[in-house]
C-alpha cells in the first residue's frame, strides 16, 4: 500500500504543473517549470519502485529505478534553463545582454549535456553496484549501493547549487515585484527542498526525504503561483464579473461538451463547442430543451430520460451516448452527469468528450478480431459463428445447404520458390477473384479464409446439384494464370463439399466432412472437386486405423524388406538391389507401401521405421556379402524426415561399425523434396559423403525439380521416376524427358538409373541412349530375402 501510496504523490507536482499552466496560458517560463514538476515527480516515482519488493522482481526495481533517477539528474539543467529563460524573456534588454554572455543556448545544452552524461552513467554498476533490501522500523525498502563513480551524483549535486545560486541572482534583477517574489521564492524553496531530497543518500532517512522534497516544490509552487494569480486578480480590481467571464472563457475554450440543464430539461449554461456541435449560438440554447432545439433533427425524445436522472442524488452518472449533430453527422460521446440539488433548484452538470475516433477505431478491432488481415475476408471465427446461425436458422426451413472447402494446390511450392510476399499477393488475388464470382452468380454465398491457403464458402440454399454448378465455376477461375513478380504462373484449387442436412445436422460434423472430401480430391490429382461421400468416411477410418496400427507395428514385427535387382544395361548383370519396404498387419492384411508411408512420414513414425529399414538391409547385405563374396550395393530410401533428425548420422556410423559393411556398399536414395530443406540438410549430405556412401536422387523428374541442387549436393546417379518408363514406347514426350535427363546427367557425371522398366523394348531403347542402370518387373519383381537370393545370388 505505501508503494501505491508513493505513486499517487507523484501526481501532484503534476497536477500543480497542469495548475500552472492553465494559470499563466503556458508561457515559456510555466512551461519550463512544468518540466521541473515532471522531472521531481520521475524523482518521486525513482524512490517509489524502490518500495515495490512485494509486487516486482528485483531486477525490474533495479532497470525501473535507473530509468526513473532521469527526473532528479535532470532537475540541475532544468532549473539553469529557468535562469536562460528569464534573461531571455523578463529581464530588462540592458541587463539580459550581460547575463547573455555566460547563460545562452550552449551553456544550456552544456548542462544538460553533463546530466545526461550522469545518467547515463548511473546505469553502470561502478555508479550504481546494485540494490539491497533494507528493513528499517517498519520499513521495508531497496537501497542503492554505489561504486567507485558515485562521485558523479555529488558532481552533479554541485551543479545544482551553481544552477540555482545563478537563478538566485537573476531572479534579483527581475523589475516586476511580483514576478520576481515568486521567481525569488521559488528558487529558495527549490534549494531547500533539493538539500531535503539529497538526505535520500542515508539509508536511515528510509527514502522519505523525496516525498518530503516533492511537497516542498509542489506546494511552494502552487502557494507561489496561487499568490501570484491572486495579484493578477487584485489588478483587475477584483471584478466578480471578470472571474466570471474568466471561468466562461475555461469553459469554452474546453474543446469537451460542457452544458448544464435545470429541472426542466432548459440549458442555463453551455460551451462554445456543444454550441458550434449544435449549430446554434449559445444565447440560442440558453431556455431551450435539447428536444426543442433538434425539433428539424429526426432524433429520439430526452424527456423522459432526464427526468429519471434527475431522480439522483449528487451522484455521478457516467455513459457512453450518441448525439445527432447539426450537420447530421452521428457523434459519440462520454457523458459525465451529476445531478446538483439545492433547497429552492436542480442542476443537471453534464461534460462530454468526443469518442467518435475511439468507437470507430473499437469498430476496426472488431472488424479485425473477425477478418482476414491479408484479404480483409471474414476468417475462422466468423465462419464457425455465421455457420451456426445459417443452421440454426435452415433446420426450420428444411432447405439444403452447401459448405464448401477450397485449398490451394502447391501452394507451398509458389510460397517457398518466390517468397511469402508473393504468396501473399497470390492469397489476394484468389480471394478476389473468388469475391467477383459470388458477386456476380452467388449473391447470397459468403467466402471465409481460415488460415494459409484454406478457403471456405457457406452456399445457402443449395443442393448437390447447384454446389457442382459452383464448384465447376470456382475451378473456370483458376483457368487464367496469376501475375506475380510479372511472370505467369498457374494454381489450381482442390474443392469438397458437404451438404446439410445430407452429410452431417451440426457444425463439426459438416467441417469434418467437407475438410475429407477436399483431402480426397487432394489424393486424387488435384484440381478438382468433390462431394462427401460415406466411401470417403470409410477411407478416413482407414487411414486412421493404419496410423493406429503402425504404432506398434515395429514392436509386433510386422515389416519384412522386399529387394529388387538393378541391373548393368550394358552388361547385363546385377550390380545392386534396391530394399523395398512391406507390411504384412493382422487387422489389415497387406498394406501396399504407397498407402502407409506418406501415414509414417506424417506421424513422424518414419523415423523409427526408416532406421530399422536402415539397419535390415545394412546387415542383410553384409551377410550375403560374407556368404556369396559377391560386391553388390544395397539401395536404401531415406526420406527428408530422416535426414532432418539429429541422430540419424550416428546410427548410420553405428550400423555400420556393427556390420563391418564397406559405405561404398551403402546406396542411399533421397527424394527431390530435400532441395526445399537444403540450409539444414546440406551439412549433413556432405557428412555422408565423407563417410564413402552413395547418394542417387529418386524419382528424378517430379516434385520439386530443380537444377540447382545437382550443383549444391555431391550426388552420383539419379534415379528416373517410373511413370517415365512404363509405356515409354507409346510416348514420344516421355522418350524425350528421359533423354534430356540423361543428358543432364552425363554433364554432372552422373550415373542414371531408370526404373518401371517392364518390356523388352524399353530395356533397348534406354541402352541406346546411354542409360547406365535399370530395374523393374521386365528383370524382377521385389522378393523377399530368401527369394532374392536363391535366384540372384
Known sequence: MFYIFLILLACIPIVVGITLLVLFEKNRLSKIIFLLLIMVAFWQLDIAFLYAHRLLEKETILFLFNLFRFGSIMITPTIFYIGYTIVQDILPKDLAKKWRLFINRPTVLLFYGIAFFVYIIGWSEKAIKRIELMNIGSSIFYFPVYGDLSWIFIFNIMLSIVSMTICLFISLHVPNKSIQSFLVYFTIFSAIGF????????????????????????????ILTSRMHLDIVNNMNRKLSEQKKFLFQVIDLNPNYIYAKDEFGRYTLVNQSYAQLMGKDIQEMIGNTYDEIQKNIDTEPQSKQESEEFQQKNQLLFKEESIKAASGEEKWVQTFKIPIHTHDSSTLLAVSTDITERKQFEDEIQFQANHDALTGLPNRRMFNEDLTNLLEKVKSEESQNAIVFLDLDRFKYINDTLGHDAGDLLLIEVSSRIKNLLKRKYPSAEIYRIGGDEFTILLPNATATDSEVFARDVLSEFNESFVLEDSNYFISPSIGISLFPNDGDDVNTLIKHADIAMYYVKARGKNDFQLFTPQMQQEFHRKVMIEKQLQTALVNEEFELYYQPIMDLKTNEMIGMESLIRWNNKTLGQVPPDEFISIAEETGLIIPIGHWVLNTAIEQNAHWQKTTNQPIYVSINVSVRQ???????????????????????????????????AETTIEKIAELKKLGITLSMDDFGTGYSSLSYLTKYPLDSLKIDKSFAINMHRNDENKAIIQTIIAIAKEFNLKVIAEGVEEQETCHFLAEIGCDYAQGYHFSPPLPASEFQEKWL
Open 643 to 677: 535426414l532432418l533428425d539429429p541422430t540419424f548420422l550416428e546410427k548410420l556410423k553405428n550400423t555400420i561399425e556393427t556390420t563391418s559393411l564397406h559405405p561404398s556398399q551403402i546406396v542411399l536414395e533421397i527424394t527431390e523434396s530435400i532441395a526445399m530443406y
Open 195 to 222: 538539500a531535503i531530497g539529497s538526505l535520500n543518500m542515508f539509508p536511515s532517512a528510509r527514502l522519505y526525504p523525496s516525498s518530503i522534497a516533492l511537497l516542498v516544490y509542489a506546494l511552494t509552487i502552487l
